[in-house]
């Protein structure tokens, strides 16, 4: 009797364990499935467009010898001066920075000029904007024609890394106040400008537009700018990458250059890597035969 009432027993416990399993099944929340990430597979020519994304915002247009001067007067208060600074570093980030390339200079002024560095000072973007960071106010006055005039006898100087003139490489000045100069900027603006250095004046706020006029290149309406508060001075970014990057000439054309392509303002030229000759074609290239003599 007592191994029947055993039997009984384990056949219960056996179907109330079977009952609750069952029902857990029944109301269990059901599993979320994960979505997983699609598989990417590139051809040769996605992988080089993929390769080629961190450089679209950059210029791919002749190089250029570009000055920026950049009052920090009393009138610039200290949150706008770092505003100053950070539309400096994304025009940094714009510009195909190195040394056969764009070169940089930056100058401070306020009732005095101060270079902080020179064209030849940095040849890539992490250290120039590092040292721009650093930059410091010199607090009173706006001094801007000896500003304009410290960019024209020192930055634009061969001395400073600035290209010799028969190169035929830019040379560009962008001057960034919010005041009205306390000398005259109208004569040496003009010296400047008929030394072959092309201005841009950019205005925040209270800057005199009289005073932006007289030193900018013509025509005018591409060289003056103006914006309300430094909050808003790096929308001027994208302003200046249509202005300063020109289009690439061999990749707005087909160029169909056998092994270099050189882009021009307006063209593009084909050349052979060393050991090789351009052919008549002017496209296609030939190795250099090297014959003895005799």
Same mark, same amino acid.
């Given at each position: 009797?007592?191994?029947?009432?055993?039997?009984?027993?384990?056949?219960?416990?056996?179907?109330?364990?079977?009952?609750?399993?069952?029902?857990?099944?029944?109301?269990?929340?059901?599993?979320?499935?994960?979505?997983?990430?699609?598989?990417?597979?590139?051809?040769?020519?996605?992988?080089?467009?993929?390769?080629?994304?961190?450089?679209?915002?950059?210029?791919?247009?002749?190089?250029?010898?570009?000055?920026?001067? =950049?009052?920090?007067?009393?009138?610039?208060?200290?949150?706008?001066?770092?505003?100053?600074?950070?539309?400096?570093?994304?025009?940094?980030?714009?510009?195909?920075?190195?040394?056969?390339?764009?070169?940089?200079?930056?100058?401070?002024?306020?009732?005095?000029?101060?270079?902080?560095?020179?064209?030849?000072?940095?040849?890539?973007?992490?250290?120039?904007?590092?040292? =721009?960071?650093?930059?410091?106010?010199?607090?009173?006055?706006?001094?801007?024609?000896?500003?304009?005039?410290?960019?024209?006898?020192?930055?634009?100087?061969?001395?400073?890394?600035?290209?010799?003139?028969?190169?035929?490489?830019?040379?560009?000045?962008?001057?960034?106040?919010?005041?009205?100069?306390?000398?005259?900027?109208?004569?040496?603006?003009?010296?400047?400008?008929?030394?072959?250095?092309?201005?841009?004046?950019?205005?925040?706020?209270?800057?005199?537009?009289?005073?932006?006029?007289?030193?900018?290149?013509?025509?005018?309406?591409?060289?003056?700018?103006?914006?309300?508060?430094?909050?808003? =001075?790096?929308?001027?970014?994208?302003?200046?990458?249509?202005?300063?990057?020109?289009?690439?000439?061999?990749?707005?054309?087909?160029?169909?250059?056998?092994?270099?392509?050189?882009?021009?303002?307006?063209?593009?030229?084909?050349?052979?890597?060393?050991?090789?000759?351009?052919?008549?074609?002017?496209?296609?290239?030939?190795?250099?035969?090297?014959?003895?003599?005799?």
């Amino acid at each position: 009797m007592k191994l029947l009432w055993c039997g009984i027993l384990y056949c219960v416990l056996v179907i109330i364990a079977q009952v609750r399993a069952n029902n857990y099944r029944r109301y269990r929340a059901p599993a979320r499935r994960i979505p997983l990430s699609p598989t990417i597979r590139y051809t040769k020519t996605a992988l080089a467009q993929h390769a080629n994304v961190g450089q679209e915002s950059q210029c791919k247009s002749q190089p250029q010898d570009v000055v920026f001067i =950049i009052d920090s007067s009393r009138s610039v208060r200290p949150h706008e001066f770092e505003q100053v600074k950070v539309f400096l570093g994304h025009m940094v980030d714009t510009l195909d920075i190195g040394l056969d390339r764009t070169r940089v200079a930056v100058i401070n002024y306020a009732s005095t000029v101060r270079i902080e560095f020179m064209l030849n000072t940095y040849t890539n973007k992490r250290d120039m904007k590092r040292a =721009i960071s650093q930059i410091d106010p010199l607090a009173t006055g706006t001094m801007t024609g000896l500003a304009i005039e410290g960019a024209m006898d020192k930055a634009f100087m061969d001395i400073a890394g600035a290209r010799p003139k028969d190169r035929g490489i830019s040379r560009v000045a962008i001057v960034v106040t919010d005041g009205r100069p306390q000398d005259q900027v109208s004569e040496i603006s003009a010296r400047a400008r008929a030394a072959g250095i092309e201005i841009y004046a950019v205005g925040v706020g209270r800057a005199d537009m009289m005073s932006l006029r007289k030193m900018a290149s013509e025509p005018l309406d591409d060289h003056v700018f103006y914006v309300e508060t430094y909050g808003v =001075i790096e929308k001027l970014t994208s302003r200046f990458k249509e202005t300063l990057c020109g289009v690439d000439m061999c990749v707005a054309a087909s160029h169909d250059c056998e092994q270099i392509c050189v882009s021009t303002t307006t063209a593009f030229y084909c050349r052979c890597r060393p050991g090789f000759e351009l052919n008549e074609d002017q496209k296609t290239c030939s190795r250099v035969a090297n014959c003895a003599a005799g």
